[in-house]
């Protein structure tokens, strides 16, 4: 497709399960970024990669967040141990390279920790 | 700390009733400036970037303009679809290329 696309769109998991969240970017988007949004308000930055390299991880809230982009293309956020602050909606977005301003948004993976 | 805020938090607005959604940032050094739509149950989508006070950009009945401390979004005789939440966001100077971005303004227009 022309846009980017994350899989799964919904996600419910019992407290302790691991789960991973999968982004698919623009073709030949060289940037790459994860955000979480909580309910009603702004996203906030997970990481950032550019091709392979993870650039910048500083928003990743606690060393059960991981995130890869093995190839420079699809990248996948997991989450381990699973807790209910980690419900969520975690946006995914990609732009052609660095400096280029504008991102192109996915329609989020929504995490429901019960 | 970077910090952006943006308010009123919510706004409703008559169909044709122009207003205007103000985003004021503290950063180290700004590098840009980005006004995001968010519709219910989907990610962000661009509006603008602005770079520098003074700068300003039109798309429709949209207009984002920038000083030094901070943004507006001018909305002109909106209508209907326009209702959605504006989200502000900065990218500051010796930052990574991370978005810094405030909590939204969610706009109601009424027919």
């Known amino acids: 497709g022309a846009g980017v696309s994350q899989s799964p769109r919904y996600k419910v998991a019992k407290r302790g399960q691991d789960v991973a969240l999968r982004c698919d970017p623009i073709?030949?988007?060289?940037?790459l970024f994860w955000y979480q949004q909580a309910l009603g308000q702004g996203p906030e930055f997970l990481t950032y990669f550019q091709n392979e390299a993870q650039l910048d991880k500083s928003g990743l809230p606690s060393d059960r967040f991981f995130a890869e982009r093995p190839e420079g293309s699809v990248s996948t956020l997991k989450i381990q141990r699973t807790q209910q602050e980690d419900s969520a909606v975690y946006l995914c977005a990609s732009s052609l390279g660095p400096d280029t301003g504008e991102l192109f948004f996915g329609e989020g993976s929504r995490l429901t920790v019960l | 700390e970077d910090q952006v805020t943006q308010s009123p938090e919510a706004l409703r607005l008559q169909e044709g009733e122009s207003s205007s959604l103000n985003c004021s940032y503290t950063?180290?050094?700004?590098?840009?400036l980005f006004w995001y739509r968010q519709d219910p149950g989907k990610g962000p989508e661009f509006l603008f970037t602005?770079?520098?006070a003074g700068e300003e950009k039109e798309k429709e009945r949209l207009k984002a303009t920038l000083t030094k401390k901070e943004s507006f979004l001018h909305i002109t005789a909106p209508k209907p679809e326009d209702s959605a939440t504006y989200l502000c966001a900065v990218t500051t100077q010796g930052g990574s290329e991370k978005l810094v971005f405030g909590k939204g303004t969610k706009l109601t227009v009424n027919p």
């Open positions: 950063v180290s050094g700004l590098r840009g």
């Open positions: 073709s030949g988007h060289v940037s």
């Open positions: 602005l770079y520098s």
